[in-house]
């Protein structure tokens, strides 16, 4: 029973998890890892991920929790040639569009995961709030800048020219 419950829930989560942490790190190659890294976490604990609220924000928290533990493990490292170049940071075919995506990449780190929460797993305010460990007033403060960024990045309006 548990390998089936689980089995469906990677397939209905899997995708919008994995949009909602490439939003969140702007890197397809590092998203795949962390969420693989999460979904990999959330089956060994999947008695207690099942029962829990929110089980795909559990795996997107669990997912950006990860990105911050090999960050502090890799800045220990001595990089010798220059680091790793990662070529293709494209949205591929996670269904974000290009323009949206480099427009989030642009956004605070913070903003990129408020927008991840609450558009892609449509996770309400105190959700969002809970999943970052941050007060709701904040969600709703970084939603709000994130949305006036984004909006000012992607929205043009057409004006008329202004006549002699």
Not at 9 to 24: K, P
Not at 30 to 46: G, P
Not at 112 to 133: S, Y
Not at 146 to 152: E, K, N, S, Y
Request: charged letters at 30%.
């Amino acid at each position: 029973m548990k390998q089936l419950e689980f089995k469906e829930f990677y397939r209905d989560s899997r995708d919008a998890c994995l949009r909602t942490v490439l939003a969140s790190v702007g890197d397809r190659q590092l998203a795949e890892d962390l969420v693989a890294e999460a979904f990999t976490r959330a089956w060994t604990a999947w008695p207690k991920v099942g029962r829990h609220p929110a089980p795909r924000a559990w795996v997107v928290r669990t997912a950006l929790n990860t990105r911050v533990s090999w960050w502090r493990r890799r800045r220990r490292e001595v990089v010798l040639d220059g680091g790793v170049d990662v070529a293709d940071t494209s949205a591929g075919d996670t269904g974000l569009d290009p323009v949206l995506l480099a427009a989030l990449r642009r956004l605070p780190r913070r903003q990129r995961e408020v927008i991840a929460l609450r558009v892609f797993l449509d996770l309400d305010t105190q959700a969002t709030a809970k999943v970052l460990g941050i007060a709701q007033g904040t969600v709703t403060a970084h939603l709000s800048r994130a949305v006036a960024t984004l909006r000012g990045h992607l929205v043009t309006v057409d004006r008329p020219e202004a006549g002699p």
